[in-house]
Structures are given as C-alpha cells and as structure tokens.
C-alpha cells in the first residue's frame, strides 16, 4: 500500500479524533475571553473538515477506484496545506496567547459568536478553482474531477478558518435573576373548639387549690 494512502488514513482519523476531543473539552471548560471560545470553535470545525477530506481521499485512492482517485498529487496537496495550517495555528497561538482553559463565564458577561466561515469561504472557493484547474491539466475524469475539487475545497476551508480566526460578534448574556430562598412554612392556628377547651381548663386549674 502507498505510503500516501496510510498518512491520509492515519492523519484524517487523527483530525476528527481531535475536533471531537476539542468539542466534549469545550462543554468541560470554559474560557473568560469570548476570542478564545471562538478560536476553539474554529479550529474544531477546521479539524473537522480537514480530518472528512483527507480520510476520504485515502478511502478512495485505496479503493483503487479509476479516473485518478490514485494519483498522489491530491494527497500531497491536502497534507501540506494541513501542515501549513499547523504551522500557522502554532504561530498565532504562541503571538497571540490562546487559551482555552480559564475562570468559567459568569452569568451576564460577554459571549462571541463565531463569523469566521464566512471568510474561510474564501478558502473553499480558492483551493477548490486551483484544484479543478490542475484537474482540468491533468485530464482527470468526471465525476472524479468534481469530486476530488470538493474534497480540496473542503481542505481550504479549513486553512480559511485557522487563517482568519477569531472572526467574533459578541453579545452580553441576560442576567438571570436569583432564586428566592425558600421560607419557613408558617404554623397554621389551632382550631377555635381547642383553644376554647384549652381556655377552660387553665381557669379550672387555677380556681382550684390543692389542699393541706
């Protein structure tokens, strides 16, 4: 088996294996900047999609299937604009000071919403016409050359993302009013005929005198 075929199956499962781990660590821990929510988010969804369209070409190229699902120059473009986007994620994360673990948001503070897949379109579009255009260079057929042009789109998506995050719209949470704390049920009165009967026995009581 190619070694391409095996890096794409290896290095596809190991990016939805970590998106995964990225999105069950967001619900554990939150962060008090809504910048880093947002990077996390992106990069979740960049190792997403990188980790579906690498997996996918490694599924098809060992699938053997014709038309060019086997040449190695898809491989080799998904992994390097990958490992570019490592490359970039890691630089700005130590520019910039990422963190994703920190003081939990409090109720009524700032939260930012993630607009960075409206850029990393730009992305999509980008890899996808170079793609096609190296398709079109390359004589591959259709539908193949579709196919492998989507799956390479989906791969400048994700550079699109860790390029242009955090792209943020921030809002300010409703404040939550406390709960009241409960009160003390109140002691209902005793019937009338009791203390009546009650009444008349402490008057007994005191008429009558013990004698010598």
Request: aromatic share 8%; proline share 7%.
């Amino acid at each position: 088996m190619p070694q391409f075929i095996l890096a794409d199956l290896a290095l596809g499962a190991t990016a939805l294996a970590g998106s995964v781990w990225l999105r069950h660590d967001a619900g554990r821990h939150g962060s008090s900047r809504p910048d880093d929510e947002v990077v996390r988010t992106d990069l979740t969804s960049g190792l997403r999609w990188w980790g579906l369209a690498v997996l996918l070409l490694g599924i098809l190229a060992l699938g053997q299937f014709p038309g060019g699902f086997t040449l190695p120059i898809w491989s080799v473009l998904a992994l390097g604009l990958g490992a570019l986007g490592v490359v970039l994620a890691a630089l700005r994360w130590r520019v910039e000071g990422w963190s994703f673990h920190g003081p939990a948001t409090a109720t009524g503070a700032w939260v930012g919403d993630s607009e960075t897949w409206q850029f990393a379109l730009i992305g999509w579009v980008g890899a996808l016409s170079a793609t096609y255009v190296l398709g079109l260079l390359l004589n591959i057929m259709q539908p193949v050359h579709l196919g492998i042009s989507l799956l390479e789109g989906a791969v400048g998506y994700a550079l699109g993302l860790v390029i242009w995050t955090p792209q943020t719209k921030v809002h300010r949470t409703p404040i939550a009013a406390p709960p009241e704390p409960d009160r003390p049920a109140a002691i209902a009165p005793l019937p009338r005929r009791t203390q009546g009967r009650r009444s008349r026995r402490r008057a007994n009581s005191r008429e009558v005198s013990p004698r010598d």
